[in-house]
């Protein structure tokens, strides 16, 4: 015990009988204080905001409560990047002194320091090996980050509850860093997007065709990617990233994905366009093979997709729209080849029953005849998963997206598989740049 405790010690025994209220804190209060410290700490090592919440007297919509999920909340489906985020959140620990805990009038505050793996040594490392090995870089990296923090709590009956947290924003910094397979992401404080390294594959071909000049793809993309310039950055500024290069069936051409504007409201863009525009070697141009108009707007729900790839090479296109009333998803299907396979639809109706006054949920399942015709016929609910199933439970590659499936939806299988993130226009363009380069 240090000096200073041993006089406030006897100063509370000097004048006990004329203060009762001047006694330190009962030994139960403090098991009860740490107890959830503890239960903080195993919380923020699970990266889990919703089980810091419960040890909290905050209600949804307090400034507290958004700041705790802006800080710890990351939204991404990216195997690597969720595993990333789990094992640094894993080292985190929380250091002070059982004696500093501070009790007065119900109120609680004591000044921690919290020590986590330096994150910015474990992205070196998988810099310069194997990205993969997450685990394997964080039990590697021996430096740690210090941060030190102040956390206030007040006693709701017999347990304590946390009140006020400070630096946990900091303490969380390493949250959206590590956002693709590949970590190769600049400082986290470069937000313009002309200053970030795009993300996703490196499209140079490994085994490239006969007679191809990847600088003359290269060039072609870009006249193919200005020719659409002003409708893809008007699509941009509705919808945030449009583009992505990626190697779709794995021939050694890349194929070009963005969204256009393609109806305006107003004078501001409503929808945009998904297209698909592939590399002829014959010709040395792009052509724009797959267009699918309205596949996202401004009303509603907004529209959903996602394109995917399967290990098979199939390209897979899903998107979803229309009016709670009528809503359908519609998943089409295309070969390495580029060969039209399949086109399968869901609809989903709401309709009420005036004799019940009720209201219920229908579900009817299509199959298309062809790419062109409007011919369909109807699949049951056992058939349709089967079939769509069979792409999601082999997909390799997600390379657009701008939803989260629900976890009741078919395409929830999806967000455990590698995505590759759009990128802004500015990113593409010296993405594509910087590939020539390599």
Known sequence: MNSKRVMSAVLCVAVAAGFAGCKGPSKKDISS???TLGEYAEALQDCDPDAVLDLTDWDDGDDDCD???????????????????EEVASTITINYESDDIEVKDGKATIKVTYEIVDWEEVLEYLRENDITEIRKAVKNTDDTIKVKGKITLVKDGDEWKISKITNLDEVFGFIGIFREPDPTEPDPTETEPTETEPTGTVPTPTNPPAEYSYEKMVSAAFVQLWTDMSLIEDAELTFDKCINVYDLNQDGCIELIYLTADKYSNGEVFSAALNICIYNLGTGEYMNYIYIPGITYMAADGGSFIVFTTEDNCTVISYSGGEETDYHTDTIIYDCEWNWVGHYRRDERLEYDSDTDTEMYTTDYHTYSDEYSDRNSELTEAEYTKIVSSYIDNAAVVVARNYTPWKGDLEY?????????????DEAITYLESSTEQ
């Open 413 to 425: 299988g999806l967000l455990s598989v590698p995505e590759y993130e759009m990128m802004y226009t």
């Open 67 to 85: 700041d705790l999920m802006l800080a710890m909340y990351f939204d991404t489906q990216n195997k690597y990047a969720v595993e990333y985020y």
């Open 33 to 35: 204080i740490e107890n």
